[in-house]
C-alpha cells in the first residue's frame, strides 16, 4: 500500500455535515477553532459552504443585536 499524501486521511473522506459547518463557522467567528477541526474544515470542507454558513451566521448576529437593542429601547421608555 502507498502512503498517503500529507494533508489527507483516508479513513475521512466523507464531506463535513451541516453540524460541523456550523460549529466550525461559530469557533472561527469568536477565534477558537482548534488545529484538528480547522485542517478538517480545509482538507474536507468545500468554500461555498462555508461562506453561505459565514454570511448566515452574520445576518442572524445582527439581527439579534438589533432585536436586543430595540428591545431594551422599548423598556426604557
Request: no cysteine.
Given at each position: 500500500?502507498?502512503?498517503?499524501?500529507?494533508?489527507?486521511?483516508?479513513?475521512?473522506?466523507?464531506?463535513?455535515?451541516?453540524?460541523?459547518?456550523?460549529s466550525?463557522?461559530?469557533?472561527?467567528?469568536?477565534?477558537?477553532?482548534?488545529?484538528?477541526?480547522?485542517?478538517?474544515?480545509?482538507?474536507?470542507?468545500?468554500?461555498?459552504?462555508?461562506?453561505?454558513?459565514?454570511?448566515?451566521?452574520?445576518?442572524?448576529?445582527?439581527?439579534?443585536?438589533?432585536?436586543?437593542?430595540?428591545?431594551?429601547?422599548?423598556?426604557?421608555?
Amino acid at each position: 500500500m502507498s502512503e498517503p499524501e500529507p494533508g489527507q486521511d483516508n479513513h475521512d473522506e466523507k464531506p463535513l455535515t451541516i453540524w460541523q459547518i456550523a460549529s466550525s463557522t461559530v469557533a472561527a467567528a469568536f477565534g477558537v477553532q482548534s488545529k484538528a477541526n480547522r485542517e478538517r474544515d480545509f482538507s474536507r470542507g468545500k468554500p461555498l459552504h462555508f461562506i453561505i454558513a459565514g454570511i448566515t451566521f452574520t445576518v442572524v448576529f445582527v439581527l439579534t443585536v438589533v432585536l436586543v437593542v430595540q428591545l431594551v429601547l422599548q423598556g426604557s421608555e
